[in-house]
């Protein structure tokens, strides 16, 4: 009976054993899943906090005043940076890539004139000062001009001259006294042989039959002349006394002024003949250097023609005064202000960095680039020659320097 009561004792333990391992078995193979459940839902939770701190970081940023009338701070990120400071003056503030470009820049061409070069003096690279010959086009046919008006002129001035001395003559003030006098003498000796005549008329007819008929006819004869006489003194006194009549004196008043503005007329020809005579010789309009070379020593020069390359002789440009060309883009526009400093490195020179000043800001943006230009003023160091190193057309980087005071913009 022992035997057999620990003979089942025995069984039991091993029974509740073997139940013990099943479970164990179980929990290791199918309990599995259970054990990543808890480290996907923290995971949840964390990026679920992340998303929170996130958004709250970017309403605080667009609306700090209200961030402020909560009482909230506006990050309340652990990991968000720190408002911007003030940038340190002199510290680049954008990088922009452009073109050097000369701020003034011609195109000589001869004005009003056309002809064949007889002179040339251009040569690619070659400075002149304003003024100095580049060219000059055969003259022949502007010197006949300029003669052919001189000429002219000589002529109206002699029709002035001549109107001018007809009207004097009609005026009371031009008669002398003495012919005056001398009219006046005429006058009465015409009168004394009126008398005479008529004297010896009156007698011839008191004679009547006894004087001769011929006689008689010849002596009325000359006292209607000697009288025709006294009336032709009388109106020539009373003319040089009182002038001739105001028509007279009007038609000589238009003959002046119609030959002074034949003059005036001569004396605009003179002008623009020797204007064009003098356009023959091609000067340079500033001071600078032959960029291009567009003819060459006997072409044929023509500022009317279609082809720009038919009319012009050269390019020049002052290359002292440079600018570097740049397109900015919109979202950067905002962080320049004309007058603010530069420093600028030609792609050929990097070696060499050049101070500028931002000039302007172009007053119309591009569209289809979504840019705006502006230009940049290069300021040359002291004894460099103008062309030595910077040239137009070169490529340039420019870095825009912050002012005192100014926080970046976009930060």
Known sequence: MTETTARNG???SRVQQLRLNNQ????????????????????VLALAWAGVGIRSYRNAEANPQTAAASGQPAATSAGS??????????????????????????????????????????????????GEVLAQI??????????????????????????????????????????????????????????????????????????ADKESKQARFDMLANEAKVRRLTATLSILKEGPREEQKAAARADVQAA??????????????????????????IDGTVLTKKAELGNLVNPLAFAASSGSVCDIANLADLEVDLEIPERDISKLKAGQRCRLKADAYTDRTYEGRLD???PIA???????????????????????????????????????GKKPEGT
């Open 10 to 12: 025995e069984l039991v």
């Open 24 to 43: 164990l078995g179980a929990d290791r193979g199918g309990g599995g899943g259970a054990t990543w459940l808890p480290w996907v839902l923290c995971l």
């Open 81 to 130: 940076t720190p408002p911007p400071a003030a940038v340190v003056p002199g510290t680049i503030q954008l990088e922009v890539k452009g073109y050097l470009v000369p701020a003034q820049q011609i195109a000589v061409s001869p004005i009003e004139v056309a002809g064949r070069l007889i002179v040339l003096n251009v040569v690619e690279g070659k400075s002149f000062k304003q």
């Open 138 to 211: 055969e003259a022949v046919n502007y010197q006949a001009q300029l003669t052919e008006s001189q000429s002219a002129l000589l002529s109206a001035q002699g029709r002035l001259e001549a109107s001018k001395q007809k009207l004097a003559g009609l005026l009371p003030g031009s008669v002398r006294k003495v012919e005056i006098t001398q009219v006046e003498e005429e006058l009465k000796e015409a009168d004394a042989q009126l008398s005479r005549m008529m004297d010896e008329v009156g007698r011839l007819e008191r004679l009547g039959a006894s004087a």
């Open 260 to 285: 002074l503005a034949e003059v005036e007329v001569a004396k605009a020809r003179l002008a623009q003949a020797q204007w064009r005579l003098d356009n023959c010789t091609i000067r340079s309009p």
């Open 360 to 362: 302007r800001i172009m």
């Open 366 to 404: 591009n569209r289809a680039k979504s840019i705006v230009n502006v230009r940049v003023k290069v300021a040359l160091p002291p004894g460099e020659i103008p062309g030595t190193f910077l040239k137009p057309e070169m490529g340039a980087v420019v870095s825009f320097l912050a002012e005192e």
